[in-house]
T-cell receptor
Framework: TQLLEQSPQFLSIQEGENLTVYCNSS?????LQWYRQEPGEGPVLLVT?????EVKKLKRLTFQFGDARKDSSLHITAAQPGDTGLYLC??????????FGAGTRLTVKP | KAGVTQTPRYLIKTRGQQVTLSCSPI?????VSWYQQTPGQGLQFLFE???????NKGNFPGRFSGRQFSNSRSEMNVSTLELGDSALYLC?????????????FGPGTRLTVL
């Protein structure tokens, strides 16, 4: 059983569509991070959120940390083929023991 | 600034053998964490080293071990390999420890156990 549940597991959309992926847990985290991983590479950090209710925007990506610091969402506006990849959320506490979700595999078709 | 490097990139072993993987962190980073990534289990934390000391350990059997050298380079070793050890092994380095720290991942070593 994953400590962090990500949904959906797979998502295939057309270029220009909007999407939201979710990361949920029954545990509270001090911080939550979102990564994107492309085939043959390691995950690359997109954002870190540390305050309950925090919203961060990175161009077309909007990240939100739940008020209770147990869940998070990632919203992509006007998705592009370059957004294709595996999106991972990871929760951390007062050490470097990051717990990862299984990921959402996003495919954006041109 | 060079990123995290891992060697080898690909490795094929047979059951019962042992393997050593290497990770060179970003210059100046003192924390190195290791993860195992499989399609079924996702990314799972193995252990973390900081200043040559293991600071944290995930839920893996004792066959999985690691160490860190004075230059912060790290190695992990898996003894008595099993088929289920086939996975992508990722290491990540960070400047400091604690919540919100940014981990930089290497490209991984893909281990196949036959």
């Amino acid at each position: 059983t994953q400590l962090l549940e990500q949904s959906p597991q797979f998502l295939s959309i057309q270029e220009g569509e909007n999407l939201t992926v979710y990361c949920n847990s029954s545990s509270v985290f001090s911080s939550l991070q979102w990564y994107r991983q492309e085939p043959g590479e390691g995950p690359v950090l997109l954002v870190t959120v540390v305050t309950g209710g925090e919203v961060k925007k990175l161009k077309r990506l909007t990240f939100q940390f739940g008020d209770a610091r147990k869940d998070s969402s990632l919203h992509i506006t006007a998705a592009q083929p370059g957004d294709t990849g595996l999106y991972l959320c990871a929760g951390g506490n007062n050490n470097n023991d990051m717990r990862f979700g299984a990921g959402t595999r996003l495919t954006v078709k041109p | 600034k060079a990123g995290v490097t891992q060697t080898p990139r690909y490795l094929i072993k047979t059951r019962g053998q042992q393997v050593t993987l290497s990770c060179s962190p970003i210059s100046g980073h003192r924390s190195v964490s290791w993860y195992q990534q499989t399609p079924g289990q996702g990314l799972q934390f193995l252990f973390e080293y900081f200043s040559e000391t293991q600071r944290n350990k995930g839920n893996f059997p004792g066959r999985f071990s690691g160490r860190q050298f004075s230059n912060s380079r790290s190695e992990m070793n898996v003894s008595t390999l099993e088929l289920g050890d086939s996975a992508l092994y990722l290491c990540a380095s960070s400047l400091f420890r604690g919540p919100g720290n940014e981990q930089f991942f290497g490209p991984g070593t893909r281990l196949t156990v036959l």
